[in-house]
């Protein structure tokens, strides 16, 4: 029998009851559609994260300070020395708390960072209206405030926020400045929800404490080694250790958090991939249960020439057919949530994968293979004398 007649036959067995064969498939329809739609989720956001790194430059190095206690702190002129040495170009410390912010009746919990305003070149951010910060406000430690524009959307609304007058934990500071949206960061978070004040306010009237987190720009991208050799140099006398600092460049920060991406994203997949061996189960049984249901019909078939290897075939078909019309309607549906989920979720994006797509529908129809071969071979072994004597 050629393989065209099973297919056909297979697919007037299924279509008969279709409620039975749309039941059975379930399982493989949402596998597929999970695999497909959490790996173009996945592949999104690494496309998302290598456009922030690439926004930012590719010679841009993080300093964390790890340690606690004076003897870990970092004195800010004396980091901003190192903008001395001919293989750094740009250094801007920071301290960041999260404190409450009040316009009017307007209030609310927000991120608050003190840095210079090299942190705007650092940092690629570019400014919706007014001004950033300059070194005369931290010489003097004025009260300036820079507002992310979610915060000032938060506050004021559609009121123009320059030169009004804010809130923070009971001081005064004036609003100079309203960022551009930027989204996210390399850092994680969002300029658009912070305040942005001078760093020497923020550890002198706002309490902020010392200096965690420093961003270093090397001259150019040739440079990010030796800018490193030199910041280690410097932490290190500083510190009296090599322990109590991280450094991490763009690259490193990029695969740090790929491969976390990467990780959470295999993971989803992994547990996705256990409904297709529950629907490769579901299968299983319900080809057990035709395999019973059409006993006489195999007698028949057996008793009038149809060899073992037919009846294998004609079932194992069958099985294969189902788990493939699964796999194809969870591909159908997983692209359609991929391309419906930005329309949900505006600050992701999804990429969709041919090649996962694919491995996941040739995935459903091996797990058709696997769970169909042992009711089929249970049927191929049937004699004719007992399959006709089935009432």
Same mark, same amino acid.
């Given at each position: 029998?050629?393989?065209m007649?099973?297919?056909q036959m ?9 409620m039975?064969?749309?039941l059975?498939?379930l399982g ?8 497909v739609?959490?790996?173009s989720i ?10 922030q790194?690439?926004n930012?430059?590719?010679n ?7 340690g606690?206690?004076r003897?870990?702190?970092l004195?800010y002129?004396?980091?901003?020395e ?29 991120t ?5 305003e ?5 940092q690629?951010l570019?400014m919706?209206q007014g ?13 300036v405030?820079?507002?992310g ?8 609304? *559609?009121?123009?926020?320059?030169? =009004?007058t @804010?809130?923070?934990n009971? /001081?005064?500071?004036? $609003? &100079? ?5 930027k989204?996210?960061?390399?850092s994680g ?7 942005i ?12 404490g ?8 090397a ?19 500083k510190f ?7 450094l ?5 920060l990029?695969?740090a958090?790929t491969?976390?991406?990467?990780t959470?994203t295999?993971?989803?997949?992994s ?31 057996? *008793?009038?020439?149809?060899?073992r =290897?037919? @009846?294998?075939?004609?079932? /194992?078909?069958?099985? $294969? &057919? ?13 692209i359609?949530?991929?391309?419906l ?7 992701q994006t ?22 169909g071969?042992?009711p ?11 399959a006709?004597?089935?009432?």
């Amino acid at each position: 029998m050629r393989m065209m007649e099973l297919i056909q036959m297979a697919m007037k067995t299924v279509t008969a009851s279709w409620m039975r064969t749309l039941l059975t498939m379930l399982g493989v329809i949402i596998g597929v559609a999970s695999v497909v739609t959490l790996v173009s989720i996945g592949k999104g956001t690494q496309a998302q994260i290598e456009k922030q790194y690439e926004n930012m430059g590719t010679n841009m190095i993080v300093a964390n300070l790890l340690g606690v206690g004076r003897a870990q702190q970092l004195e800010y002129n004396d980091i901003m020395e190192l903008e001395g040495f001919p293989e750094i170009s740009s250094i801007a410390p920071t301290v960041s708390s999260s404190l409450n912010v009040k316009y009017d009746t307007e209030q609310d919990s927000f991120t608050v960072l003190g840095s210079n305003e090299r942190y705007q070149y650092v940092q690629k951010l570019s400014m919706a209206q007014g001004r950033f910060i300059t070194d005369a406000d931290l010489d003097f430690r004025t009260n300036v405030a820079l507002l992310g524009p979610n915060v000032a959307k938060t506050l004021f609304g *559609s009121v123009n926020p320059i030169d =009004k007058t @804010i809130n923070i934990n009971g /001081l005064q500071f004036s $609003v &100079v400045g309203v960022l551009a949206s930027k989204g996210s960061t390399t850092s994680g978070t969002s300029p658009d929800d912070m305040v942005i004040v001078p760093l020497t306010t923020g550890q002198r009237q706002l309490g902020m404490g010392s200096i965690r987190t420093t961003y270093v720009e090397a001259t150019s991208k040739d440079d990010i080694t030796q800018a490193q050799e030199t910041l280690t140099s410097f932490l290190t006398y500083k510190f009296k250790s090599s322990n109590g600092f991280r450094l991490m460049n763009q690259d490193q920060l990029l695969s740090a958090r790929t491969e976390a991406a990467n990780t959470l994203t295999t993971q989803l997949v992994s547990v996705a991939c256990i409904s297709l061996l529950v629907g490769g189960i579901g299968i299983m049984n319900i080809m057990l249960v035709t395999v019973s249901e059409r006993t006489r019909e195999i007698g028949i078939r057996k *008793s009038i020439g149809a060899r073992r =290897k037919n @009846i294998l075939m004609q079932f /194992l078909v069958e099985a $294969v &057919v189902i788990s493939g019309m699964g796999g194809l309607i969870g591909l159908g549906l997983g692209i359609s949530l991929a391309k419906l989920w930005p329309y949900f979720n505006k600050s992701q994006t999804t990429v969709v994968s041919l090649d996962i797509s694919m491995y996941a529908f040739l995935f459903s129809v091996l797990v058709g293979v696997i769970f169909g071969l042992y009711p089929a071979n249970k049927a191929s072994k049937l004699r004719p004398i007992d399959a006709l004597r089935t009432d």
